[in-house]
């Protein structure tokens, strides 16, 4: 290897064209020469270090393989980067685990599954190792706020036609107001009650709201209404509307009444008052079923769904509550059998919980046991109906599954 500190004759005038001649010259400003050889000779007053022989081709040899790297293959530069990923990786780790007092506690074991204090700390593990650090309770909350927002935003967005019995008041009346300010314009509701007054209000409050969606009242009782007029409620809703115009088609039972609870299962000795329930609680919801989903057959690629409301005395007996208990499994099963048959309809039986509803002020009036007079303060509708929204939006129950609000 020539002597990169030897003089070149031309040294003092080297082109500026000249970049290989210039790039290899090395100046010696390291050691300082003996002061008796300098003033003995015209040389530079600087000699070399006494191993600059073996640095020079120390980084001779580095500078070549990185020459060699920078024409390597692609797949070599690939292992490099990867490489150096590992090591900021490493150096990350080794970084957030130093024994810091102001850290102590903060790191286990390279593995950071609980959220970082509020802390400067805190903030610079934040900012090197983002992707390593469990999010705070805070970061949580709003996470799961923004996916229950984007899951209601996809499931209720669509031009929808909702059905909804017993909407003059309780449970009705919010589902119906919470159903009317999610659903997209041009949507139909259609309103089923035999109290026209609290329809009517109800009727003008939606539309003042969200006046792009219309809303049909069906003034009718259902205990006493033949298939005819129920089939009629419908086609009149969607008078205008083809069936397959809708994205959605969603028809809501919640019509229901308590029964007699001061009478006991042996007191039950007249067929009138039996078949005037359960034709208002079952024969009423099976028929209007059966109507809706008929009107809705030839919509192949939209979504169905019904919702039963249904109750805890649907799987467990309480006294004083036989009618009641008796409908409400009838109910259940009848749509968990909906739900085998149609496995393109979405099927849910859904318990409100105790809700403070003037049936339950009834039961708590009429009802002979302690257990249920003490029963305490019941749910809002509101409380209930949002559970209910967001069990739908999600999706995730089995079709023609009891689900109740207290469940997980």
């Not at 293959?73 to 490489?83: I, R």
């Not at 970084?95 to 609980?114: E, K, P, T």
């Not at 999010?135 to 499931?155: M, N, P």
Request: hydrophobic share 35%.
């Amino acid at each position: 290897m020539d002597n990169p500190w030897a003089s070149t004759k031309d040294e003092n005038n080297i082109s500026s064209t000249d970049s290989t001649s210039f790039s290899q010259g090395f100046d010696n400003n390291f050691c300082p020469a003996d002061p008796k050889d300098v003033a003995s000779t015209n040389t530079s007053s600087f000699q070399p270090l006494p191993d600059s022989e073996s640095y020079l081709a120390n980084l001779e040899t580095k500078l070549g393989k990185l020459h060699k790297k920078s024409t390597s293959s692609g797949a070599e530069k690939k292992d490099l980067l990867l490489s150096l990923a590992g090591a900021r990786e490493g150096h990350i780790d080794r970084l957030l685990n130093a024994q810091f007092s102001q850290w102590q506690g903060i790191c286990d074991n390279n593995h950071f599954d609980n959220p970082v204090e509020e802390s400067l700390s805190g903030t610079v593990i934040r900012h090197i190792a983002p992707h390593l650090q469990a999010v705070s309770t805070g970061e949580l909350v709003h996470l799961l706020k923004a996916d229950q927002l984007q899951e209601a935003t996809d499931y209720w967005n669509k031009k929808t036609f909702a059905l909804v019995t017993g909407a003059s008041r309780g449970i009705g009346r919010t589902l119906a107001e919470k159903i009317a300010k999610q659903i997209a314009p041009e949507s139909v509701l259609l309103l089923i009650s035999r109290d026209e007054k609290s329809l009517g209000s109800l009727k003008q409050a939606i539309e003042t709201d969200r006046p792009a969606v219309r809303v049909y009242v069906g003034v009718t009782d259902l205990s006493t209404c033949d298939e005819s007029a129920l089939n009629g409620l419908v086609s009149s809703a969607l008078a205008g509307d083809s069936a397959e115009s809708f994205a959605h088609a969603l028809c809501i039972h919640n019509v229901g009444s308590l029964g007699d609870a001061t009478k006991r299962c042996s007191d039950l000795t007249q067929t009138t008052s039996c078949v005037d329930y359960f034709r208002l609680n079952v024969a009423s919801v099976v028929v209007l079923n059966a109507i809706f989903l008929r009107h809705f057959a030839s919509g192949k690629q939209q979504r169905k769904t019904v919702v039963n409301m249904s109750s805890l005395c649907a799987v467990e007996p309480f006294a004083s509550l036989s009618l009641y208990c008796t409908g409400k499994a009838a109910r259940d099963m009848f749509f968990k059998v909906l739900a085998k048959e149609e496995p393109e309809v979405r099927v849910l039986n859904y318990a409100p919980g105790p809700v403070e509803t003037s049936m339950r002020s009834q039961l708590l009036d009429q009802s002979w046991i302690d257990e249920i007079k003490s029963g305490g303060l019941g749910l809002t509708t509101t409380v209930t109906c949002d559970r209910l929204m967001a069990l739908l939006a999600r999706d995730s129950y089995a079709s023609g599954a009891h689900v109740d609000y207290y469940d997980s």
